[in-house]
């Protein structure tokens, strides 16, 4: 529960942060790639952060699907528990 909590705020905050800079004005846009309406487009700065957004969530896919670890601490080889 705690690992889906966790992937699910992050996942937020990232979405988040993402909207943010691709619908913000920011120095650095870069040339227009892409028109969207007649008043806002894909800049090459845009490119990045949706990059960056895509490999974020494939992290958090790839954590989702990873077989959870079962058990506790792992010893030290040669110590038991008594000891």
């Not at 889906?4 to 800079?21: I, Y």
């Not at 008043?39 to 954590?63: E, T």
């Amino acid at each position: 529960m705690f690992r889906w909590s966790c992937v699910l705020v992050t996942g937020g905050v990232l979405t988040g942060f993402a909207f943010l800079l691709v619908t913000g004005r920011y120095i650095n846009d870069g040339p227009v790639v892409a028109s969207v309406t007649r008043n806002h487009g894909l800049h090459v700065g845009d490119v990045f952060v949706v990059a960056g957004w895509a490999v974020a969530m494939v992290a958090l896919l790839v954590l989702v699907l990873a077989p959870a670890r079962r058990g506790g601490p792992r010893q030290p080889r040669g110590l038991t528990r008594e000891q």
